[in-house]
T-cell receptor, first 117, second 115 residues
Framework: AQTVTQSQPEMSVQEAETVTLSCTYD???????LFWYKQPPSRQMILVIR??????QNATENRFSVNFQKAAKSFSLKISDSQLGDAAMYFC??????????????FGTGTRLTIIP | GAVVSQHPSWVICKSGTSVKIECRSL??????MFWYRQFPKQSLMLMAT?????????EQGVEKDKFLINHASLTLSTLTVTSAHPEDSSFYIC???????????FGPGTRLTVT
């Protein structure tokens, strides 16, 4: 079974600064997808960014980028120019690329990000 | 992305009664939906996978007779909490699966309080 570990329960960053959230995972599979989801106080889960394991290039979405290290099974999220609206719980998630019965997401325990004005 | 709604957004019920939560995929026909449970300050815990036209697949430790799931159409899945007890109070979230190469799209959640 796959596991996802987020070792930072809480993080804080000054507004406009950069912060990196860590995520490691354990799997024996070679093909999979990785995601970062954001859950603000409204509790609506919002996709931040996704990474396909077969792609070597790190995914980027505006101020959000990842550092995907497949051999190390590491998938960190970097938020640049932090904004007050970035304050939320951030969950790292894993999904197997093998169809039929493996479509579910495995979530990490989350990192609560606080933005300091 | 896919737009997912849940109804109700919050509900209070008395112990021993049953509560039904609806999850609708508004712009996509979903053969698979997922139901999660989230306790305060914790991660999402998958309860079951809901497949249109077939029985749901429950995760280990989830009582299938207590949490009844019905996926009667490609746009609607329902979760019924039967004989609810205070320990069933939680935040329930559904998601829609667009396929293996895509992310899941989540509903806004339903807060259930059992008194």
């Amino acid at each position: 079974a796959q596991t996802v570990t987020q070792s930072q329960p809480e993080m804080s960053v000054q507004e406009a600064e950069t912060v990196t959230l860590s995520c490691t995972y354990d799997t024996s599979e070679s093909d999979y997808y990785l995601f970062w989801y954001k859950q603000p106080p409204s509790r609506q889960m919002i996709l931040v960014i996704r990474q396909e394991a077969y792609k070597q290039q790190n995914a980027t979405e505006n101020r959000f980028s990842v550092n995907f290290q497949k051999a190390a099974k590491s998938f960190s999220l970097k938020i640049s120019d932090s904004q007050l609206g970035d304050a939320a719980m951030y969950f790292c998630a894993y999904r197997s690329a093998i169809r039929v019965g493996n479509e579910k997401l495995t979530f990490g325990t989350g990192t609560r990000l606080t933005i300091i004005p | 992305g896919a737009v997912v709604s849940q109804h109700p957004s919050w509900v209070i019920c008395k112990s021993g009664t049953s509560v039904k939560i609806e999850c609708r995929s508004l712009d996509f026909q979903a053969t698979t939906m997922f139901w999660y449970r989230q306790f305060p300050k914790q991660s999402l815990m998958l309860m079951a996978t809901s497949n249109e036209g077939s029985k749901a697949t429950y995760e280990q430790g989830v009582e299938k007779d207590k949490f009844l799931i019905n996926h009667a159409s490609l746009t609607l899945s329902t979760l019924t909490v039967t004989s609810a007890h205070p320990e069933d109070s939680s935040f329930y979230i559904c998601s829609v699966d667009r396929g293996i190469a895509y992310e899941q799209y989540f509903g806004p959640g339903t807060r259930l309080t059992v008194t």
